[in-house]
């Protein structure tokens, strides 16, 4: 089995790509970001027309979140438990269409798109943190409850845990960006001390390899991007990797998102 993720940046925006890329690759489970949608937008027939279950969760032109699958798609779960929302300047706090699961072909897969700070003083960033913290309390207490459940945290993080995930990291520190501070390499880490894996660093550790690149200052042809989309896999999912890849080329030509696929490869 083929799953993956991708932050496609608007997804009717690039509904040809989405598509091309479903027959092109084989995949069977797609965990999809920033769809920027709301539900009765979407576009279904995509992915039913390619043998694709989907699942949506989206509220208006940001955010947005969906599985599609073609091995099932099984107790569908719009947010995670206790998943904090988000109050502007004070303002009542609003969910945001940040999380989505679904059983497909036994495996729980989450799409997941993780806030993004900002900016380190801004009031996003302990949204962001909390918002992570909440989230790996919940997967501590799904392992505890079946040490042996197949679960994938899929999604953009929004955080490069290692300096060598980003172009430079000496720019970033010196212009005190997001991504890269400590509180959220922190964040991250917690993930691994419950005991999730990133499953696609081992086959994909080589020098200068991202999975986002910035459409200004010609990020993406200077290779100046970060690594910051991911699959963080439980243990008994874990075991069952033989393969991940990053698709780079999908970042190429005309209409492309920011973000690229991230594969990975099942038993």
């Given at each position: 089995?083929?799953?993956?993720?991708?932050?496609?940046?608007?997804l009717r925006?690039?509904?040809?790509?989405v598509?091309d890329?479903?027959?092109?690759?084989?995949?069977?489970?797609?965990?999809?970001?920033?769809t920027?949608?709301?539900d009765?937008?979407?576009?279904w027939?995509?992915?039913?027309?390619?043998?694709?279950?989907?699942?949506?969760?989206?509220?208006?032109?940001?955010n947005?979140?969906?599985?599609?699958?073609?091995?099932?798609?099984?107790?569908?779960?719009?947010?995670?438990?206790?998943?904090?929302?988000?109050?502007?300047?004070?303002?009542?706090?609003?969910?945001?269409?940040?999380?989505?699961?679904?059983?497909?072909?036994?495996?729980?897969?989450?799409?997941?798109?993780?806030?993004?700070?900002?900016?380190?003083?801004?009031?996003?960033?302990?949204?962001?943190?909390?918002?992570?913290?909440?989230?790996?309390?919940?997967?501590?207490?799904?392992?505890?409850?079946?040490?042996e459940?197949?679960?994938?945290l899929?999604?953009?993080?929004?955080?490069?845990?290692?300096?060598?995930?980003?172009?430079?990291?000496?720019?970033?520190?010196?212009?005190?960006?997001?991504?890269?501070?400590?509180?959220?390499?922190?964040?991250?880490?917690?993930?691994?001390?419950?005991?999730?894996?990133?499953?696609?660093?081992?086959y994909?550790?080589?020098?200068?390899?991202?999975?986002?690149?910035?459409?200004?200052?010609?990020?993406?042809?200077?290779?100046?991007?970060?690594?910051?989309?991911?699959?963080?896999?439980?243990?008994?999912?874990?075991?069952?990797?033989?393969?991940?890849?990053?698709?780079?080329?999908?970042?190429?030509?005309t209409?492309?998102?920011?973000?690229?696929p991230?594969?990975?490869?099942?038993?």
């Amino acid at each position: 089995m083929k799953i993956a993720t991708w932050n496609v940046n608007s997804l009717r925006a690039r509904a040809d790509r989405v598509e091309d890329w479903l027959r092109r690759s084989d995949i069977d489970v797609l965990a999809i970001q920033e769809t920027k949608c709301k539900d009765e937008n979407f576009p279904w027939e995509l992915f039913e027309n390619n043998g694709y279950e989907v699942a949506h969760f989206g509220f208006s032109q940001w955010n947005g979140v969906a599985i599609a699958s073609r091995v099932g798609l099984d107790d569908v779960e719009r947010t995670f438990g206790d998943q904090p929302a988000f109050g502007k300047g004070g303002n009542d706090p609003v969910q945001e269409a940040r999380a989505i699961a679904a059983t497909c072909g036994g495996v729980r897969i989450w799409s997941l798109y993780v806030p993004n700070g900002r900016a380190l003083e801004d009031e996003h960033m302990p949204y962001k943190l909390s918002w992570l913290d909440t989230l790996n309390q919940q997967a501590a207490g799904w392992l505890a409850q079946d040490p042996e459940a197949q679960v994938a945290l899929m999604g953009d993080f929004n955080i490069a845990p290692r300096d060598e995930d980003v172009w430079d990291i000496d720019f970033f520190r010196d212009n005190n960006m997001t991504h890269v501070s400590a509180p959220e390499r922190r964040a991250f880490e917690a993930f691994a001390e419950t005991g999730f894996t990133d499953v696609v660093r081992p086959y994909t550790d080589t020098p200068k390899t991202y999975t986002y690149w910035d459409y200004t200052q010609l990020r993406f042809p200077k290779n100046q991007g970060m690594r910051i989309d991911f699959t963080l896999a439980s243990p008994a999912l874990a075991a069952r990797v033989t393969g991940a890849s990053i698709d780079r080329e999908e970042r190429k030509g005309t209409g492309a998102s920011d973000h690229t696929p991230v594969i990975v490869e099942l038993d």
